[in-house]
C-alpha cells in the first residue's frame, strides 16, 4: 500500500462523522486527478437516486441541477456508472453523444472532461459514486486511475460501515 493510500485509511478510520470522511475522500481525489471540481453522490435506494453529498469548485446552479440524479438517466456519468458497475469517462463533452443534453450545463461549470466512478463497498454493494471534472478535454492513465479505484474502495467501504453504524 502506498504512502497516499495508508495517511488516507488511517484519516478515514479516525473520522468523526461520515460528512469528515466524504470531505477527507474528495480532497483526494481532486489531488490525484490534479483538478479542482468533483463531487460524490449517496445512493439512495428507496428513490433510485445518487444525491450530492458534498462537492467541490460548483456553483449552486450546477449543484441544483445534478443534487439529485436517478440512476436511469442515460446523459449522466454518475447514473451510467453506477448501472455499469465501473467508472464512466467522457474525456471531452463537446464530442460525446450520451452528454450532449448536459453540454449547456457544463459550460457555464466550466469543464471539459469528467469521470465517474462508482463506490462499490467489499460486500459488493454499490453505495454512491465519486466523480471528478475538468477544465479541459482529457485522458486518463491507468496508473491514476488505479489509484483511483482504491481510493473508491476505501469510500465505499467507509460509507458502507458508517450507514450500517446508523442503522443499529
Not at 471531452?92 to 453540454?103: A, F, G, N, T
Request: net charge neutral; hydrophobic share 40%.
Amino acid at each position: 500500500m502506498s504512502n497516499t493510500t495508508s495517511s488516507l485509511s488511517t484519516r478515514l478510520s479516525i473520522s468523526p462523522t461520515l460528512q469528515d470522511a466524504l470531505d477527507s475522500v474528495l480532497n483526494r481525489a481532486i489531488a490525484i486527478h490534479r483538478t479542482d471540481m468533483g463531487y460524490i453522490h449517496l445512493f439512495e435506494p428507496k428513490t433510485s437516486s445518487l444525491v450530492i453529498a458534498t462537492q467541490r469548485g460548483f456553483r449552486s446552479d450546477f449543484v441544483n441541477f445534478f443534487g439529485t440524479i436517478r440512476i436511469d438517466d442515460d446523459y449522466s456519468t454518475c447514473a451510467r456508472a453506477m448501472r455499469a458497475g465501473e467508472s464512466a469517462i467522457v474525456e471531452d463533452i463537446e464530442v460525446d453523444s450520451l452528454y450532449k443534453p448536459h453540454r449547456a450545463i457544463a459550460a457555464l461549470a466550466g469543464y471539459r472532461a469528467v469521470q465517474s466512478t462508482p463506490l462499490t463497498s467489499r460486500r459488493g454493494t454499490l453505495v454512491g459514486v465519486l466523480s471528478t471534472h475538468f477544465r479541459q478535454p482529457r485522458q486518463f492513465l491507468p496508473w491514476e486511475m488505479n489509484l483511483f479505484d482504491m481510493l473508491a474502495r476505501h469510500a465505499a467501504n467507509l460509507i458502507e460501515l458508517f450507514q450500517t453504524d446508523n442503522v443499529r
